[in-house]
């Protein structure tokens, strides 16, 4: 038995894993899926200084509160950054593996908002400021997503249209602060809206992707879109499984 925590990224909660949830314990897993504070079901909780450290608290608290070990920590999109800086500062040795869905880590000093080119940069203050009170950025047109992507159906875009909510802008802008320490664990990296050779290309060419590059790394790839925990749940929970550490 393996224990997972699976963090969601932007707009998301812990019910966007369900289906990989059901899927893990069928095989006997024990699976924490975590809510960020400000998202899902702890909506109600978002404030204008709700950032990255908040989220970060979040999965230390997991750990510390349910006293987990061995613990294959999973993060997807913007969770990338909260799952390497909970590891590696505060929480190394309690997690035995990294597992990055269509992400990776941030170099220190980095925020999430500065992997975006600056026209969307751009575009994302402007919403902040106009549809999210200064302080949100509100859910895309996940219909719009969508119809780009051939695996995804009518029902996720109606789930995600009636449960994403707007992320706390501060989580974007607040830079990582790591320590090196987290370099120290296996990693994989799930990737579904990029390749194993795009991976490689990226690592060697851009400098906030110079992390996804090693002898610590594997990669799967997982076609689909961005959020395959949606488009094809089943697979990724298969992946996971299949992943886990070996005694």
């Known amino acids: 038995m393996t224990t997972f925590v699976l963090v969601p990224g932007f707009w998301l909660g812990a019910w966007a894993w369900r289906s990989v949830t059901a899927a893990l314990r069928t095989h006997g897993h024990e699976v924490y899926p975590l809510s960020l504070t400000g998202l899902g079901e702890r909506a109600h909780l978002a404030r204008p200084d709700t950032d990255l ?17 061995d613990v294959v920590l999973v993060g997807h999109s913007y969770a990338g950054a909260v799952v390497t800086t909970a590891a590696a500062d505060r929480m190394t040795d309690r997690v035995a593996q990294l597992v990055f869905v269509d992400t990776g880590p941030l170099p220190d000093g980095a925020a999430n908002q500065d992997f975006s080119p600056p026209q969307e940069q751009e575009r994302n203050a402007a919403l902040v400021a106009e549809h999210g009170d200064g302080w949100r950025l509100p859910p895309p047109p996940w219909a719009e997503l969508a119809a780009h992507a051939a695996d995804v159906d009518d029902s996720v ?24 320490a987290w370099e120290k664990l296996p990693r994989l990296g799930v990737l579904s809206s990029f390749t194993v050779e795009q991976t490689r290309q990226m690592a060697a060419t851009v400098p906030l992707c110079r992390h996804m590059a090693g002898s610590s790394w594997r990669y799967e790839e997982l076609p689909t879109w961005h959020w395959p925990m949606l488009s094809r749940p089943a697979e990724l929970a298969r992946i996971l499984h299949e992943a886990r550490p070996t005694a």
């Open 157 to 180: 875009v109606a789930l995600l249209g009636e449960r994403s909510v707007a992320q706390p802008w501060a989580t974007a802008t607040t830079p990582v602060r790591l320590t090196g």
């Open 53 to 69: 450290d908040v989220h970060v608290t979040d999965v230390v608290n997991l750990l510390r509160y349910e006293d987990l070990h």
